[in-house]
């Protein structure tokens, strides 16, 4: 997971296939806690075999349509895949009460453990502190307001958000997206979470 915007060059017109992974699903896939990759760009060779991943770049360099490319990807992860680790159960615990709308000293108090120690659990588990990880997942709402076809004014989307006022959101959107709603509305992006720049 990430709390800042991911900047990246394409220099041509490929294609390419993204992974969006939940939660204790990537320690099995790519060996380390999530808490290592973390607000990092890692290069996919640097975790699993390059012999693997050069036969995986010529079959969908071989493969134009998009479904055919993603069943490659299935079959590839599914290879790798050992045992699925297991979220401890304090930690599926907060992210469910977490979508509820559950405040974090709420959600550690729940758990029976210390806020400090719920927070690195959490954050060795999941990626990101229990606040940041509340804020990033806002933050996907209000893009997925923003994308969608009746569009609301921003100082509503604030508000039905839980934001402060549209000051706030407009800081916290710049912060995760490098950019402000505004202009984030005028390019609308086809993918809500990838912008061309």
């Given at each position: 997971m990430r709390s800042r915007p991911l900047l990246k060059e394409r220099p041509?017109?490929?294609a390419t296939v993204g992974l969006l992974l939940r939660q204790g699903v990537g320690d099995p896939l790519t060996g380390v806690p999530a808490g290592a990759l973390a607000e990092a760009h890692t290069r996919l060779a640097d975790l699993w075999?390059?012999?693997a991943l050069?036969?995986?770049r010529e079959r969908l360099e071989e493969v134009p349509a998009l479904a055919a490319r993603l069943d490659l990807v299935e079959s590839f992860l599914a290879a790798l895949w050992g045992a699925p680790s297991r979220l401890s159960p304090e930690v599926a615990h907060a992210l469910a009460r977490?979508?509820?709308g559950t405040g974090v000293a709420q959600v550690a108090a729940e758990c029976d453990w210390s806020h400090?120690?719920?927070?690195g659990r959490f954050r060795e588990a999941v990626g990101l502190?229990?606040?940041t990880y509340c804020r990033v997942r806002r933050f996907g709402r209000v893009l997925d307001r923003l994308s969608a076809c009746q569009p609301a004014q921003l100082a509503d989307i604030a508000a039905a958000e839980g934001y402060a006022d549209q000051a706030h959101m407009s800081r916290e959107f710049r912060a995760f997206a490098g950019l402000s709603p505004g202009r984030y509305r005028r390019i609308a992006p086809r993918q809500p979470h990838h912008v061309p720049l």
């Open positions: 041509d017109s490929r075999p390059a012999a050069s036969a995986l977490f979508d509820q400090r120690h719920f927070a502190g229990p606040k």
